[in-house]
């Protein structure tokens, strides 16, 4: 079995900084793509930053610029540092793992996700 801790949300006012984590441990062989994903009330799970293993990244048009991923493959770990924080990036943040189990089946693996709440 395979676990993804995270850590890091709370409540900050705008303007203000998080920095969220993600660990990965288990039956893990290999790993791609580590990334976060963000849902609102009401709305679908969506892509805010993704990094690949090369270190390539990709992020959401609206926290570009604001919000910075990496990784740390030694640790299994993805970080997302979000900036100058605003009221509607305010949402249950999910660490997203795809790669390779014990058994060499390509997988998608999720953290129960951290809420982040943007407010005064």
Do not use: H
């Amino acid at each position: 079995q395979v676990q993804l801790v995270e850590s890091g949300g709370g409540l900050v006012q705008p303007g203000g900084s998080l920095r969220l984590s993600c660990a990965a441990s288990g039956s893990i062989f290999s790993i791609n793509t580590m990334g976060w994903y963000q849902q609102a009330p009401g709305r679908e799970r969506e892509l805010v930053a993704q990094i690949s293993s090369d270190g390539s990244t990709n992020y959401a048009d609206s926290v570009k610029g604001r919000f910075t991923i990496s990784r740390d493959n030694g640790k299994n770990a993805v970080f997302l540092q979000m900036n100058s924080l605003k009221p509607e990036d305010t949402a249950v943040y999910y660490c997203n793992v795809r790669g390779r189990d014990n058994n060499y089946y390509p997988v998608t693996w999720w953290g129960r996700g951290t809420q982040v709440t943007v407010s005064t």
